[in-house]
């Protein structure tokens, strides 16, 4: 009769942070650990341990309570190493860890840290269309005469680090354009009269 297996199936291979640590000689400080669920990046992740911190066991072990421990690492994700160490405690007791053998770790310390290009983001695009011929309008009831008006771009700063806005005179590497159609004659709106909406 064949197996059948009920319930969510996981793509996790190896044991939990506090097995491997736990069997180490000074809890594994100084060793390389590697995560299975990495290993589908071309570049190398792997993390080298600096610190353990043993938590206590749990009274009643479950499979949503299993026994953690904080492990503070140098982390190398997919070849580029951070530059301040991590503390791994939430996602200790995921069976999914795997220790380097020393005769390997060579393999993994001797990979030179590779630099991602950074993407240089455009500072300014061009207004939509009736925007740009409202705020021209105003700047010349107000004695301006404003051509190139540019509408600022305010990006949400992400830690990652992948991209910077370009200075004032550098040319970006990523340009946006927005979407929007040109209006065939904004003069075609100057009669429409616009109703006031009552609270």
Not at 15 to 39: A, C, H, M, P, Q
Not at 111 to 135: G, N, S
Request: charge should be positive; include cysteine; aromatic fraction near 10%.
């Amino acid at each position: 009769m064949p197996y059948k297996y009920i319930g969510k199936t996981t793509n996790f291979k190896g044991k939990t942070l506090w097995e491997i640590v736990g069997n180490l000689k000074n809890f594994g400080i100084g060793r390389l650990v590697i995560r299975s669920t990495f290993e589908r990046y071309p570049e190398p992740s792997f993390f080298k341990i600096l610190k353990v911190e043993p938590l206590p066991c749990p009274k009643v072990q479950t499979l949503d309570d299993q026994r953690k421990v904080r492990v503070l690492v140098e982390k190398t994700f997919r070849g580029v190493t951070y530059p301040k160490p991590i503390t791994i405690e939430s996602t200790s007791y995921k069976a999914d860890y795997q220790l380097i053998p020393k005769d390997e770790e060579h393999n993994y310390s001797t990979i030179v840290e590779t630099k991602r290009e950074i993407a240089i983001l455009q500072r300014t695009m061009e207004f939509p269309p009736l925007m740009k011929d409202v705020l021209m309008r105003e700047n010349r009831a107000k004695g301006e005469d404003v051509q190139d008006l540019k509408l600022e771009i305010v990006y949400h700063k992400t830690k990652t680090g992948k991209y910077r806005v370009a200075e004032e005179g550098e040319t970006p590497t990523v340009t946006f354009q927005a979407n929007i159609q040109e209006l065939p004659n904004i003069s075609l709106y100057k009669n429409v009269k616009l109703q006031q909406c009552s609270n």
